[in-house]
């Protein structure tokens, strides 16, 4: 059979037989003939004892209609043998049973079961062109609306962001044990401009994947599942009639990634018209999963851009200030005697620390989610307070504790959490290696501020030039959920040996 561009097939025949349209099917035995394209066909099991409930398949006629198809188990030998996906068929005889309410593949009233006089025959050749396959998308609201109603289960394309918890910046490398061990792997994907959710694929659509990922030359982008099931949390579930298909295989996936790829491009093109030799002057406003793209392309260069963004957390585990220069702020070492300015342009030998702000907080906006870094005055700018002025008011109302004491995170930087605000953010070269993704803040601009200057910019790479060294090394994935806690990665603070565990500073000011 010769396949059209449309994704159509066309087979030809003589006959002039009449059969009846998928929409006519009404409950009720039926004597009439129906002509359909066997879309998949899957094993149906009762999910506590396991015991085969019968085969259901999808099937889809002329006119586009997809009905449900049911075969019961003690006749599932009898005509499996002749069956195969793709192919088309005359079936005579059935009885139109009522769909089921439960986990529903198609919207039809009806499902046509094949009864003790169902006759099924294969044909090769026939005058009309039947659909290879109907998806039903809806939208992530509608997801929301059905959630853990185990009703409809809906198809769903979109764009992975991490696979078994690994970015796609590199080709991810699957662990087939695990997964063997788990029986399922999670994908990240974000449908268009929707928010990121959890795809659990289990047990045979788990091998199914993992398969088909491989078998990939490039690492592919884009995901489309059939009939997931929609949990709370923005999570979804794969069932055993669950398909899935990548980058070109279907139209619908072909699609998305024409768009995908087209909005890439519009992104490299809006900044490619604003970068200097070293950096881009003008800030972008862009969303989290826009900045994150941004970040995972060879032409990638330092840019500035604004983020609208909620907190979700103060990443505990690691510090939330170093000791820095006085003069300078960057990083302040312990020598013999006294503390060492780390910036060979500052090198002062006998500096006084003062503390500054090196905040991890985890973000999240309608795309994406993330961990931005403060530093220094973007700190103050939330909070109200210069870390020096918190960390001095916490040794002078714990005076037992040593120098050496590492100061907890204050009321004053948790009282942040829920707030929404634009975000001034840096990327640099740290980001582009794929291993750092956590994104340096340098500055907090009003939810209405006007576009910047040139010039305003300009003091934002003086005033941080050096500070955004701190959070060099400062590596983590974005959280896989709201609420999530830090990685181990997380843990780590900039590499020094000193605010590693924050110290005591040796002037409050």
Request: glycine residues 6%; hydrophobic residues 35%; charged residues 20%.
């Given at each position: 059979m010769a396949m059209k561009r449309n994704g159509k097939s066309h087979v030809s025949s003589d006959s002039d037989e009449q059969f009846?349209?998928?929409?006519?099917?009404?409950?009720?035995?039926?004597?009439?003939?129906l002509r359909f394209r066997l879309i998949h066909f899957w094993e149906a099991r009762n999910p506590v004892k396991k015991t085969l409930i019968g085969l259901e398949m999808l099937l889809i006629d002329e006119q586009g209609t997809v009905i449900q198809g049911f075969i019961p188990p003690g006749r599932i030998k009898k005509y499996l043998p002749d069956m195969k996906r793709g192919s088309v068929y005359k079936l005579i005889n059935f009885y139109g049973s009522k769909n089921k309410p439960m986990y529903r593949v198609a919207d039809h009233l009806a499902t046509v079961s094949f009864t003790w006089n169902s006759e099924i025959s294969a044909l090769h050749e026939i005058p009309i062109s039947i659909d290879e396959d109907r998806f039903r998308f809806h939208s992530h609201e509608d997801f929301e609306t059905n959630c853990d109603l185990k009703g409809d289960l809906y198809d769903v394309v979109g764009h992975?962001?991490?696979?078994?918890?690994q970015t796609l910046i590199e080709r991810p490398i699957i662990d087939d044990v695990k997964i063997a061990t788990t029986r399922h792997i999670m994908i990240h994907v974000q449908s268009l401009d929707g928010p990121v959710m959890k795809l659990y694929l289990w047990d045979q659509t788990a091998t199914d994947f993992i398969k088909k990922f491989n078998s990939c030359e490039n690492t592919p982008t884009v995901l489309l599942v059939t009939t997931v099931n929609t949990k709370r949390t923005l999570a979804l579930a794969s069932m055993s009639s669950t398909r899935v298909f990548m980058d070109n295989d279907v139209q619908p996936t072909r699609n998305y990634l024409t768009w995908y790829v087209s909005r890439l491009q519009h992104l490299f093109?809006?900044?490619?018209?604003?970068?200097s030799a070293d950096v881009i002057t003008k800030r972008e406003t862009l969303t989290i999963a826009d900045i994150f793209s941004y970040m995972s392309q060879e032409s990638a260069k330092?840019?500035?851009?604004?983020?609208?963004?909620?907190?979700?957390?103060?990443?505990?585990?690691?510090?939330?200030?170093?000791i820095g220069c006085s003069e300078c702020h960057s990083k302040a070492t312990k020598g013999t005697n006294s503390l060492i300015c780390t910036n060979a342009k500052c090198a002062k030998v006998n500096t006084t620390g003062v503390a500054q702000y090196r905040a991890k907080i985890s973000v999240y906006d309608n795309t994406e989610q993330a961990f931005f870094v403060l530093l220094g005055d973007a700190g103050r700018e939330l909070t109200g307070r210069h870390a020096s002025e918190l960390v001095s008011n916490y040794f002078k109302a714990n005076k037992s504790e040593g120098?050496?004491?590492?100061?907890?995170?204050?009321?004053?930087?948790?009282?942040?959490?829920?707030?929404?605000?634009?975000?001034?953010?840096?990327?640099?070269?740290?980001?582009?290696?794929?291993?750092?993704?956590?994104?340096?803040?340098?500055?907090?601009?009003?939810?209405?501020?006007?576009?910047?200057?040139?010039?305003?910019?300009?003091?934002?790479?003086?005033?941080t030039s050096e500070e955004s060294k701190q959070s060099g090394n400062d590596v983590c994935e974005p959280p896989t959920s709201r609420g999530d806690p830090a990685d181990e990665d997380s843990k780590r603070t900039c590499g020094s040996a000193d605010p590693g565990t924050a110290k005591r500073p040796r002037c409050g000011n």
């Open positions: 009846m349209s998928f929409k006519d099917v009404s409950l009720g035995p039926h004597e009439a003939q992975m962001k991490l696979v078994d918890g093109y809006t900044i490619a018209n604003q970068v330092d840019a500035f851009f604004e983020c609208t963004a909620t907190i979700d957390d103060v990443v505990h585990g690691s510090s939330w200030y170093y120098a050496d004491h590492e100061v907890p995170i204050p009321e004053t930087l948790i009282s942040i959490i829920g707030q929404t605000h634009k975000f001034c953010v840096k990327v640099t070269d740290h980001n582009f290696s794929g291993n750092t993704r956590a994104v340096t803040v340098t500055k907090i601009l009003p939810l209405d501020t006007p576009p910047p200057t040139e010039a305003s910019v300009g003091n934002d790479i003086g005033a």
